[in-house]
């Protein structure tokens, strides 16, 4: 693949720099470890997900089952994928290069666009784990506002809104086209030799930073007035309610579904807030600037604790089943069983 920049474009890069060159891997470094630790928490939650997916494959969603919905299931098993993806992506962005293994070889090979890929993969991984968790409280809100037709609505939401998701980042990566990858000295705290993957030359001059502040704050935005409006209705919806019978396993899937959707948005909150002191703070001499060191550890929450605390607290993994009925709800003009959790 041939690539062509400017010389001068590589100020700031380790790229045929001679003390690079030459720089020798140490892995006594804190680095090392934390690229390390990440994998003993991370394969036992990935197998979750899988688990997780395994539930929404094999369930034959036929057969109405109190606290289970097929579209739930499907975005939740998307959204964690997704985290996954990202991990992966951004340890290879960054986590890896900052142990210094690949920093000599790096410095020997001028900037390309494999090292861009790399790059790429995890802003697009990215900007989808901010926006599938969108779709979890709309989901719901649909079943809750139209409970005879909720399967159609959200079976169309889904043909339509989950390819749409896929080519959401695309807008907001086609600076990258015609960037180059290239390798740079990671700022301190980190020690001589850690490296993380970065781009140069993009289109129009164009950063990710603001591209990835603001879909925050939108993607954050639209999560918390869909849930604001779920809650809302189930609350309209409880109080036309005639008779009810509970089930055990439908209130366990609420209070698990609520509490996974609620720990979804707290993605947002800490990844906006290391992105901004990664804005204001990041080279600088300041305390924030360790904020750095943590920052992908943030990132995993997502990943970590969503998976688990869907996994451990939802029905449908517990051995226990019990047969209860669903709520029973009346209209002036009709009466109609709906399952409300989900």
Not at 35 to 58: D, G, H, K, Q, R
Not at 232 to 259: E, N
Not at 314 to 326: V, W
Request: glycine share 4%; with cysteine.
């Amino acid at each position: 693949m041939s690539v062509s920049f400017n010389l001068s474009s590589l100020n700031g890069t380790v790229h045929f720099d001679e003390s690079y060159m030459n720089y020798e891997f140490n892995w006594k470094q804190f680095p090392t470890a934390f690229a390390t630790l990440p994998w003993i928490y991370m394969i036992p939650s990935f197998l979750v997900i899988c688990e997780i997916f395994n539930v929404y494959i094999n369930s034959n969603w036929k057969k109405a089952e109190p606290g289970k919905n097929q579209h739930v299931f499907l975005i939740i098993s998307l959204s964690q994928f997704t985290c996954f993806a990202l991990f992966f992506s951004d340890f290879w962005m960054t986590r890896l290069p900052s142990t210094g293994i690949f920093t000599s070889y790096c410095a020997t090979i001028p900037p390309n666009h494999w090292l861009k890929c790399i790059l790429f993969a995890a802003l697009y991984f990215n900007y989808l784990a901010m926006s599938f968790p969108f779709l979890l409280p709309v989901i719901r809100l649909i079943i809750v506002t139209f409970p005879k037709r909720h399967v159609i609505i959200n079976t169309i939401l889904i043909r339509y809104g989950v390819p749409l998701i896929l080519l959401f980042p695309i807008c907001f990566t086609f600076y990258l086209i015609p960037a180059l990858g290239v390798c740079k000295q990671r700022a301190s705290p980190y020690p001589f030799g850690a490296i993380w993957i970065y781009y140069i030359n993009s289109a129009f001059g164009l950063r990710n930073s603001f591209f990835h502040l603001y879909n925050l704050i939108f993607w954050m935005t639209l999560s918390i007035i869909a849930n604001f409006l779920l809650f809302y209705q189930v609350g309209q919806a409880r109080s036309r309610l005639i008779r009810a019978q509970t089930s055990g396993t439908s209130k366990r899937a609420h209070t698990s579904i609520t509490i996974t959707t609620l720990a979804m948005i707290t993605f947002y909150v800490t990844n906006g807030s290391f992105l901004l002191m990664y804005i204001f703070y990041y080279g600088t001499n300041s305390y924030f600037s360790y904020a750095e060191i943590i920052r992908p550890f943030g990132n995993d929450l997502q990943t970590c604790v969503v998976t688990w605390v869907f996994y451990l607290t939802h029905p449908a993994f517990q051995k226990k089943k019990s047969m209860d009925s669903d709520l029973i709800f009346s209209t002036s003009s009709f009466r109609r069983r709906v399952d409300i959790i989900i």
